[in-house]
């Protein structure tokens, strides 16, 4: 298996624009989680899904960020729109039976 | 929420030499698992073990659910383990995990 995918790796962007970060989840795991981490907040769950149903979202900062997951194998984290603050390493990460595995992270930049 | 700490914060270890890292929780768990993110920022997922003791290589971690700990030992380290240990862990229902500060480990030669 390949593993969590994120895409894309690096994001650079402008303050106003829309972001738009990408995950697939290994196949067959059932529950998905989208995690934030900043030197100054370490690792924060934003949202987590269990067969594509948003079950926590209150980690999310505000209005301005959406998760959506259409279908077992994709999910989406939207920033808009994006702020300097909102710079961070995102990650996704997907669970079986409890234990999480995370993809490489999309390293977000709002300049 | 509950409360993850982690100690010590920083370690610096001559390769070979052997260490353990504690994870203390305010709550009681029922998932706890511990992660090592490496120097590229990739997030491995070493051990899930709410209760007992595991080993895998020259890992190994024990877990005293009772009491509110855990503990990562690293033997023989080697340049490698270098990076930042995590735990996290899941309390009460749902799913949701909440991770420690995590102690961040150089291992020199």
């Known amino acids: 298996d390949a593993g969590v995918i994120q895409s894309p790796r690096h994001e650079v962007t402008e303050m106003g624009q829309e972001v738009t970060l990408r995950c697939k989840p290994i196949s067959g795991h059932n529950s998905l989680f989208w995690y934030r981490q900043t030197m100054m907040r370490g690792l924060e769950l934003l949202i987590y899904f269990n067969n594509n149903v948003p079950i926590d979202d209150s980690g999310m900062p505000e209005d301005r960020f959406s998760a959506k997951m259409p279908n077992a194998s994709f999910s989406t984290l939207k920033i808009q729109p994006s702020e300097p603050r909102d710079s961070a390493v995102y990650f996704c990460?997907?669970?079986?039976?409890?234990?999480?595995?995370f993809g490489q992270g999309t390293r977000l930049t709002v300049v | 929420g509950i409360q993850v700490e982690q100690s010590p914060p920083d370690l610096i270890l001559q390769e070979g030499a052997n260490s353990t890292l504690r994870c203390n929780f305010s709550?009681?768990?029922?998932?706890l698992q511990w992660f090592h993110q490496n120097p590229w920022g990739q997030l491995i997922n070493l051990f899930y073990?709410?209760?007992g003791t595991k080993q895998n290589g020259r890992l190994s971690a024990t877990t005293g659910a009772t009491e509110r700990y855990s503990l990562l030992y690293i033997s023989s380290s080697q340049t490698t383990d270098s990076g930042v240990y995590f735990c996290a862990v899941v309390t009460g229902g749902g799913n949701k995990l909440t991770f420690g500060t995590g102690t961040q480990l150089k291992v020199e030669l």
């Open positions: 990460a997907s669970s079986l039976a409890w234990r999480a595995f």
């Open positions: 073990i709410p209760s």
């Open positions: 709550d009681s768990v029922n998932n």
